[in-house]
């Protein structure tokens, strides 16, 4: 019994063991994300940044949320994209520094370090777009900066009784008045 209780002990000491030791190389087989490559900013900061016409703004959200609003003359590479970098190479020069942002700061961070790894100098907004538009910065959609040439599909109605009236007034081209009328 004393012998049972003994290996019992030492095989779960031993699993133990193994277990931590397996979890910590783990960890060091990892790519280290901690390591900040790039800086984190507050919204004034990042406004003072975003006036210099040497910094490319980045907005690394998806595009319908990129059309909710976003801040002006920014660029819009999803960051969840598989071929992100590779897009961030064609559109962005390496000679300036990237502003980037997101909804909340964590896909942009993200990104900003992908980024620094490559050779950009990549600056992060701190609480995302939230953080701007609860400090009253402006926003704009993408129908404004359009200057109201983007019809948003959305609010077009199309009453069900004029797509009808449209249809037979097509099947009934060529017929006299009389008979259109009482068509209809």
Known sequence: MTIVR?????????????????????????????????????????????ADPNVVILDVRKADE????????AVLIDQFQ??????????L?????????????RRSANAAGKLADVGYKCVNLKGGILAWKESNMPV????????????RIAEIEVHPQYLWYERAKDRLKGCSPVHYERSL
């Open 66 to 73: 990129f059309a909710e609003g976003h801040i002006k003359g």
């Open 6 to 50: 003994t290996n019992w002990l030492l095989t779960c000491l031993f699993a133990a063991l193994g277990l931590t030791t397996a979890c910590g190389q783990q960890r060091s087989a990892l790519p280290l994300c901690s390591a900040k490559n790039f800086e984190n900013m507050d919204v004034k900061e990042f406004a003072e940044l975003i």
């Open 82 to 91: 598989s071929d992100f970098v590779e897009q961030a190479k064609a559109k």
């Open 93 to 105: 020069p390496k000679d300036k520094t990237i502003a980037i942002y997101c909804r909340s700061g």
């Open 140 to 151: 704009i959609t993408s129908e404004k900066e359009m200057s109201g040439l983007i019809v």
